[in-house]
């Protein structure tokens, strides 16, 4: 590092796709500004986190999703009963062009919350993320914990080069509603801390990488707190590195603002498993952003 805020790692990217990306068509139609391949390292050891503060990360929300994740869920009901809405809009497209319902957004959300069979019939995101970690499929009938094994990897064989999980089970992608974009997480021990890598191959980099950043640093805490070692360095790493079109201008707002001092995460109280964490067990301390920008998600 140059002694600059981590941040600008985020900032240089960003302003590097805005002026030189390759223009692209993507899966959306919305359009692209690209690059392929890209990294950013980030030192968590004195307990800071990678919330970024060139514009407010609502960081609530994306820990939600984290837990949601580790619960292996695989409806977005869970997540619409706790007021977080990101999940929505891929479930309602489904539902829209499979009924030819005029049902909107709002609507759909709060059929989902108030009538479970509907639910469990249109709120369904796949067996993608969350049903990977904890639930991946077997040829054989079985279903492996790939979170689990990892912990068990972490506290018996911590210099093991096999403790990952990832998302991105060929046999069943094709079934899930939105293709997992954060699919690899490699963890590794050194000098008593816990390193974490994540391969992210699709990165939106307005929206999508400051929520998946903050998740993956929230995932090291965790795993670091439940074999009892200290944070150490999340290495991301992006396939296919983005700016949507529509994002243009708020890049250009998010480009002008210097970055303030990130926060600290604090834990409260160290569950007795993985599957034990809550909202309330995190405490974001000293985050102190410029404004929320906002920019609409390409679906």
């Known amino acids: 590092m140059d002694g600059r805020h981590p941040e600008h790692q985020y900032l240089d990217l960003l302003r590097d796709l805005l002026e030189s990306g390759s223009p692209r068509i993507d899966r959306t139609g919305v359009g692209t500004r690209a690059k392929f391949g890209a990294s950013m390292r980030f030192d968590l050891s004195d307990g800071t986190v990678p919330i970024f503060t060139t514009k407010k990360v609502l960081w609530e929300v994306a820990a939600k999703e984290t837990l949601w994740f580790l619960s292996g869920s695989e409806n ?130 307005f929206i999508g990488v400051p929520f998946n950043l903050w998740s993956s640093a929230l995932l090291l805490r965790m795993f670091a707190q439940q074999v009892g070692l200290g944070p150490g360095i999340l290495q991301w790493f992006g396939g296919d590195v983005h700016l949507y079109e529509n994002h243009v201008e708020a890049a250009r707002v998010q480009l002008s603002r210097e970055p303030r001092p990130w926060p600290k995460l604090h834990i409260r109280r160290r569950p007795d498993s993985i599957d034990g964490y809550v909202i309330g067990d995190f405490a974001v301390e000293g985050y102190d952003p410029h404004g929320f920008l906002n920019a609409p998600v390409a679906v």
């Open 76 to 205: 977005i009901r869970p997540l619409l009963q706790q007021g977080v809405r990101i999940w929505s809009a891929w479930p309602h497209k489904r539902y829209v062009e499979e009924t030819g319902s005029e049902c909107t957004l709002e609507e759909f959300e709060r059929l989902i919350v108030e009538d479970e069979e509907f639910a469990n019939r249109f709120g369904n995101t796949g067996r993608a993320y969350g049903a990977q970690w904890r639930q991946w499929k077997t040829a054989d009938g079985r279903k492996i914990d790939q979170v689990a094994n990892c912990l068990d990897l972490l506290r018996n064989d911590p210099y093991s080069r096999r403790i990952l999980f990832h998302a991105w089970n060929v046999g069943e992608v094709d079934g899930m509603i939105l293709s997992p974009c954060h699919l690899l997480y490699q963890l590794g021990v050194e000098d008593g801390r816990l390193n974490m890598l994540m391969f992210q191959r699709s990165a939106d980099i």
